[in-house]
C-alpha cells in the first residue's frame, strides 16, 4: 500500500485521521522510526510543520534558502539574541540542511551517562547493529581526504603542524557532487538525508505525511495519550490557514527536535516532574577566520569533513572542545561578522581568501553544568535561555586561542575573530592578545547547529522525562524519539546517535500498539 506526502496546498478542508501510531517531525527521529514501522505494516500517520521541498525546488541562493528550510525563517535564537540557533523546518528535518558530518556515539559518553544518568541498556555492543543499519540505509563513509576542499585542508594541514590529531570526517553521501550547497538543500540528492532515504522507504510502505502541519497540543484522557491537534500553516510565513488537523493514535511518537518537543509538551501540559525542557544542550560554537594567501573558495566543497578532537579532554573543570570547519557562505559568514561599512565591504571582497574554522564546546558534562531550558512564552512560542556559565566563556577563550593556532600553522597570513571589537592576529606571537579579550554573551558570535536535551532519558522518574528505551516515564503510549532524549551533549556531530536511538526504538514503539 502507498502512503503519499500532502502540504497546505492540498490541504483545505479538516482532516481526522486515526492511525496506529502518529510522529510529530520527520528528521533524523521521526523518518527512521517510521520507516521502520511502515516496514512492518503498521499504520502511521507523520506530522510535519516545515515544507516539501525536493532538489527540484531548493534554492542556491541563501536568501531563499534561510527563511524556507529553517526553524524561524532561519532567525531562531536564544531569547537574550546571544546564540543563533540553526535548526531545519521541512520535511527531512534538520537531515535536510545539515553538514552530513557522522559520528557513532562516543564510549565514553555511553559511560557516563550510565553512571551519572541512570541510563540503562545504552552499549556499544548493544548499539552497533543499529549502527551498522543505519551506516549501510545512509551510506555514512569515511570522506576521501583528497576530497577535502581547501576551507577543511585548513585545519588537517594547521593540526598536523602542530602535532594534533586530525582526520577526515564520515558523511552519509552517495554521489556526492562536492558543490557546498548542503545547508540549502541538496540539488542532486547525494545527500543522503531523510528526505531521499527512510522518508521515500515509508511512503512506498503507507506512510501518510502531512506537511506545513503543526502540532498545537497533545490532549491526554484517562492517563494516555488520546489525540493530536495541529493546524495547517502557510508555507511562505507559517501563519495558520484555519485548516484543523486532528490525530487520534494508538501511540504517539514526539520527535520535534530538542526545542519544539519539550515546547509541545509544555503547551500541552505534560510536565509531571517539573523536568521537561530543562538540560538543553548546544555544543556552543565559536568562529575563527583566517585569510591565506591562495584561494580558499570555502563556498564549494564538502563543508566539514575533517576534524580533531584533540582538546575533547581538558580535565575534569574544564569543558572539551573539538574543532570542524563550516562553510564559507556570503551571507552565513556576513550575519556572523561584526563588520559595518568598508569594513564589512573589505572583509567580503577577501572571502574567497577566507577559511572559517569552528570550536564546538561539549556542554553538560561537568558537575553543575545544566545547560539552558527550553520554556513557552504567553502565545505557546518556544523560548530558550542559555546561561554562559565562566567554565564556558573559559572554553570559548581556549577555542579562540587554538583554533588561531591552527590557522597561522597552515600558513593564514592574517586571523580575525568574530569579537564586536574583531582581533587581528598576524603571528603566534599575537595570539596573547586574545587572553585579554572579552568572552560570553554578546561579546562575539556564538552559534549551535547542535540542539540536545529538554526531555532526557534515564531510569530515575524524578531526574528524567523519558525512560531508556524512549518511553514517558507516566504516560504508556507516549515515546519522545529525537534529540532532546540525550542527557548531556555528546562531543560529536549528533545525526547519527538519533539515528541509531531511532532505529532502536522501532520494535519497542511497535510492541507499544
Not at 33 to 47: D, P
Not at 153 to 172: F, Q
Not at 222 to 232: D, I, K, L
Not at 270 to 298: Q, S, W
Amino acid at each position: 500500500m502507498s502512503g503519499f506526502i500532502r502540504g497546505a496546498d492540498a490541504l483545505t478542508s479538516a482532516v481526522d485521521e486515526v492511525c496506529d501510531v502518529c510522529i510529530i517531525g520527520s528528521g533524523a527521529g521521526g523518518a527512521t522510526l517510521a520507516a521502520g514501522l511502515c516496514e512492518a505494516g503498521l499504520s502511521v500517520v507523520l506530522l510535519e510543520a516545515g515544507g516539501h521541498f525536493t532538489r527540484q525546488t531548493f534554492s542556491p541562493h541563501e536568501g531563499e534558502a534561510y527563511p524556507a528550510l529553517y526553524q524561524d525563517r532561519g532567525t531562531r535564537a536564544t531569547a537574550d539574541l546571544a546564540i543563533t540557533i540553526l535548526q531545519g523546518r521541512a520535511v527531512g528535518g534538520s537531515t535536510t540542511v545539515n553538514w552530513t558530518t557522522c559520528y557513532r556515539t562516543p564510549s565514553r559518553i555511553l559511560a557516563h551517562w550510565a553512571a551519572h544518568h541512570a541510563v540503562e541498556g545504552l552499549t556499544d555492543d548493544a548499539l552497533r547493529p543499529h549502527f551498522e543499519a543505519v551506516e549501510a540505509r545512509l551510506s555514512i563513509a569515511p570522506w576521501p581526504v583528497e576530497r577535502a576542499n581547501a576551507n577543511n585542508r585548513a585545519l588537517l594541514n594547521g593540526a598536523a603542524a602542530l602535532g594534533w590529531p586530525a582526520a577526515p570526517t564520515s558523511r552519509n553521501v552517495k554521489g556526492c557532487a562536492n558543490s557546498g550547497l548542503c545547508g540549502l538543500g541538496c540539488p542532486v540528492d547525494g545527500k543522503q538525508s531523510m528526505l531521499v532515504t527512510s522518508i521515500p522507504d515509508a511512503v512506498s510502505a503507507g506512510l501518510r505525511l502531512y506537511a506545513d502541519v503543526e502540532a498545537r497540543r497533545v490532549v491526554v484522557e484517562g492517563g494516555r495519550v488520546v489525540r493530536v491537534e495541529a493546524e495547517v500553516v502557510r508555507r511562505a510565513d507559517s501563519a495558520p490557514t484555519g485548516v484543523a488537523v486532528t490525530v487520534r493514535p494508538k501511540v504517539l511518537v514526539l520527535s520535534g527536535g530538542a526545542i519544539n518537543t519539550p515546547a509541545l509538551l509544555l503547551r500541552s501540559g505534560i510536565n509531571t516532574n517539573g523536568r521537561v525542557g530543562l538540560r538543553t544542550f548546544l555544543h556552543p560554537v565559536i568562529a575563527v577566520a583566517g585569510r591565506y594567501p591562495e584561494r580558499i573558495d570555502g563556498f564549494y566543497g564538502a563543508p566539514q569533513s575533517v576534524a580533531s578532537h584533540h582538546l575533547i579532554d581538558r580535565g575534569p573543570e574544564r569543558v572539551g572542545l573539538f574543532f570542524e570547519a563550516g562553510p564559507v557562505q556570503p551571507m552565513l559568514i556576513a550575519t556572523a561578522t561584526p563588520l559595518f561599512g568598508e569594513e564589512m565591504a573589505a572583509f567580503m571582497a577577501e572571502l574567497a581568501h577566507v577559511s572559517g574554522l569552528i570550536s564546538l564546546a561539549v556542554d553538560g558534562l561537568l558537575p553543575g553544568d545544566d545547560g539552558g531550558t527550553v520554556r513557552v512564552d504567553a502565545a505557546g512560542r518556544p523560548r530558550v535561555d542559555y546561561p554562559i556559565r565562566p567554565a564556558l566563556a573559559e572554553a570559548f577563550r581556549a577555542g579562540h586561542e587554538a583554533l588561531a593556532q591552527v590557522h597561522l600553522a597552515a600558513g593564514a597570513t592574517e586571523v580575525y575573530t568574530l569579537h564586536r571589537q574583531p582581533r587581528r592576529l598576524r603571528s603566534t606571537a599575537d595570539i596573547a592578545q586574545l587572553a585579554g579579550a572579552p568572552y560570553g554573551a554578546h561579546e562575539h558570535a556564538i552559534f549551535t547547529a547542535h540542539q540536545m536535551g529538554g526531555c532526557a532519558m534515564g531510569e530515575d522518574p524524578s531526574r528524567a522525562v523519558v525512560r531508556s528505551d524512549l518511553r514517558h516515564h507516566s504516560l504508556p503510549n507516549l515515546f519522545v524519539v529525537d534529540g532532546s532524549v540525550l542527557p548531556t551533549s555528546l562531543g560529536v556531530n549528533p545525526s547519527q546517535t538519533i539515528y541509531a536511538l531511532a532505529h532502536r526504538a522501532r520494535a519497542v514503539v511497535a510492541a507499544a500498539v
